[in-house]
């Protein structure tokens, strides 16, 4: 959802990365400017997942909940295996009753389900007063989250600073194959820089072409709307609305303001004097002038949405004074979830918790800088998790890793797992059986104290 075309105006503007390689630059971008915080804090807005992972279920040909909940529950995995800290943002109370003429839904069967499988792996939860999307581009702004993980192009309106947009399309060609962890990077900066869009011209473009608020005017595309804001148009009206609604609170001069700017963007659009339209649009000029346009209560919608931005907990910071902190997941949770929810059991849940989850679990330790590694034993050894490494050698990756990669060897791990298995509360199948698992981990993301693991083993493999 979102602002009607904002996507394909900003296409130019946004960078292809892993999620890895993503928090990696920021992490070094931190480093560079000398900020405290070394480990990206990453905002998701958990509705537009949950929106996601369930039409995935349904493309699968699955209804039930179960389909929905196993992606999601696979995108934690993901998630698990990227040295960053994750907090999902939920809608509040105060968000709006209606988006696009349709009654929103408050109560959805998931948000308990998930809220607790979040914790369950040691990320943040956090509950907005009014719309996530609102909250996240908040908490961007303030420096509390490094980016916003959301396809909802609102946020950029919002005027978050960093997003990074998961890649919904997947080319045909199996030569240009899309890795499922790769998203479009975009910042305000380089949207302003490439597409010549201000936080004004977003303001003006969603307010023109429609959105989730409002339907835009009838017949003004994103061309028109880009031309309008090419005329600047979009930062005079930013500017007058934050000058006289937000800052002195003058009604009258800003309803004088309006009346003004709405006349001169009618004269653009039947005299095209700028040039930035392909033809003269009287009708549009017509249209807007016998109208309301724009409307207050959307205009305030975006300019100033409810967020905790004046919350005392966020001014003080002690909201999110824990969100960088790496927690180990809970894995006798995961294991009890998996029963309940995904109807893993018996030998199936042993057998999926060692082939699709412990391998997610080892490299967030690896990552993790509370994870100790002791060379005599081998084992590794975090707060509450302990593996014992049995080999490391350094391998070529192969397929798209390889070129995402440049070719360059990365450790491979080889794993006793036995005691995840115990600490799930299961019981290994074979009492003497230590299950061994393999998985490769990226050298760069390696915190500097783990570096030194591949000393003990042959680095060529």
Not at 272 to 286: K, Q
Request: proline share 4%; charged share 20%.
């Amino acid at each position: 959802m979102g602002i009607s075309n904002l996507w394909k105006i900003v296409s130019d503007a946004h960078q292809r990365k892993s999620l890895n390689q993503a928090a990696y630059d920021m992490r070094i971008d931190a480093s560079l400017t000398g900020a405290d915080r070394v480990i990206p804090i990453l905002g998701v807005d958990i509705s537009v997942c949950m929106d996601a992972c369930i039409a995935g279920s349904i493309r699968q040909g699955i209804h039930s909940q179960s389909g929905s909940l196993q992606i999601f529950f696979n995108k934690l995995l993901l998630y698990a295996e990227v040295r960053a800290t994750f907090v999902f943002v939920f809608d509040g109370p105060d968000r709006p009753a209606m988006k696009r003429d349709h009654a929103v839904q408050h109560d959805v069967w998931w948000t308990k389900i998930v809220m607790d499988l979040i914790q369950m792996f040691g990320f943040k939860v956090h509950e907005a007063p009014g719309e996530a999307e609102a909250e996240l581009a908040m908490l961007n702004q303030i420096g509390a989250i490094d980016a916003v993980l959301s396809t909802d192009s609102d946020t950029l309106v919002f005027g978050a600073s960093t997003i990074l947009k998961a890649i919904t399309t997947r080319p045909r060609s199996a030569f240009k194959k899309i890795a499922n962890d790769e998203f479009e990077v975009y910042t305000r900066e380089y949207i302003e820089k490439t597409c010549h869009l201000s936080q004004g011209g977003l303001l003006l473009f969603a307010l023109l072409s429609g959105g989730d608020y409002n339907p835009g005017i009838a017949n003004c595309g994103a061309i028109i709307s880009m031309a309008m804001v090419k005329c600047g148009f979009g930062d005079e009206l930013h500017a007058a609305a934050n000058r006289c609604l937000l800052t002195t609170v003058d009604e009258d001069a800003f309803s004088r303001f309006i009346d003004d700017w709405r006349e001169r963007m009618c004269n653009e659009l039947a005299s095209n004097t700028h040039g930035h339209l392909s033809c003269r649009r009287p009708d549009l000029a017509n249209t807007i002038r016998s109208s309301d346009f724009p409307k207050r209560d959307i205009l305030m919608a975006y300019i100033s949405p409810v967020t905790s931005e004046r919350d005392p907990l966020t001014i003080s910071g002690s909201r999110f004074q824990s969100w960088h902190l790496f927690q180990e997941p809970s894995l006798a949770q995961i294991a009890n979830f998996c029963r309940m929810h995904l109807h893993w059991n018996g030998n199936k849940l042993q057998k999926r918790l060692v082939q699709r989850v412990f391998p997610s679990i080892v490299v967030r330790m690896l990552y993790s800088p509370t994870t100790f590694y002791d060379s005599n034993t081998n084992i590794l050894r975090g707060p509450t998790l302990h593996v014992t490494v049995n080999n490391v050698a350094w391998k070529k990756r192969k397929g798209y890793l390889h070129e995402r990669l440049k070719g360059v060897r990365q450790p491979s791990f080889k794993v006793s797992v036995g005691t995840l298995l115990l600490l799930s509360g299961i019981k290994p199948m074979d009492e003497s059986q230590n299950p061994v698992i393999s998985f490769f981990a990226l050298q760069y993301e390696l915190p500097d104290g783990l570096r030194s693991i591949s000393n003990n083993f042959d680095r060529e493999g």
